[in-house]
């Protein structure tokens, strides 16, 4: 069975600041693919990004990174210079390659971040 | 592209009646759709997945005569909450995959509130 783990339920940071959301997941898989989403308090899941299993090039988009260690499970993301507009919940989820599951994803519980001026 | 709709975005009900959500992808096909319920201030969890044409598989512990799902086409799938109660006072979600895609797209949610 797979999980992730989001040990961080609250983050509160002051703008400019730099902060790091961590995610450690479990899955028997070889191939799998991992996702970071934002939740604005609107509800609405955006996508921030797909990382498949085979694939541990750190990626940097803007202001956002990730960094991906197979060897620690591990999918950390990272948010440069945090502005206002960053509180939001992340979430980080799992979604397993094997034939039979159909791409069912798993979401970690959640972390919540304030950013303040 | 890739846009998924969902409707209502909220919805007030009492008690003992139905309610009907809809899941639109708007600009592909969606051989897949996926539900899912977020409590507050809680994850979203797989209530059930739907191919078009054929019984949606629902997760463990989810109730399949209460949650009454119908994929009948390849952009339109529903969630029937029937009977409902306070306690399924909930953000529902759907997503919807293409193909074999591991990509999936999400709805904006609905807001079910059950008086």
């Known amino acids: 069975a797979q999980k992730v783990t989001q040990a961080q339920t609250e983050i509160s940071v002051v703008e400019k600041e730099d902060v790091t959301l961590d995610c450690v997941y479990e899955t028997r898989d070889t191939t799998y693919y991992l996702f970071w989403y934002k939740q604005p308090p609107s509800g609405e899941l955006v996508f921030l990004i797909r990382r498949n299993s085979f694939d541990e090039q750190n990626e940097i988009s803007g202001r956002y990174s990730w960094n991906f260690q197979k060897s620690t499970s591990s999918f950390n993301f990272t948010i440069t210079a945090s502005q206002v507009v960053d509180s939001a919940v992340y979430f980080c989820?799992?979604?397993?390659?094997?034939?039979?599951?159909?791409?069912?994803?798993?979401f970690g519980t959640g972390t919540r971040l304030q950013v303040t001026l | 592209g890739a846009v998924v709709s969902q409707h209502p975005s909220w919805v007030i009900c009492k008690s003992g009646t139905s309610v009907k959500i809809e899941c639109r992808s708007l600009?592909?096909?969606?051989?897949?759709m996926f539900w899912y319920r977020q409590f507050p201030k809680q994850s979203l969890m797989l209530m059930a997945t739907s191919n078009e044409g054929s019984k949606a598989t629902y997760e463990q512990g989810v109730e399949k005569d209460k949650f009454l799902i119908n994929h009948a086409s390849l952009t339109l799938s529903t969630l029937t909450v029937t009977s409902a109660h306070p306690e399924d006072s909930s953000f529902y979600i759907c997503?919807?995959?293409?193909?074999?895609?591991?990509?999936?797209?999400f709805g904006p949610g609905t807001r079910l509130t059950v008086t």
């Open positions: 600009d592909f096909q969606a051989t897949t």
């Open positions: 989820a799992l979604s397993e390659a094997s034939i039979g599951t159909a791409s069912k994803l798993t």
């Open positions: 997503s919807a995959r293409v193909g074999s895609s591991y990509e999936q797209y």
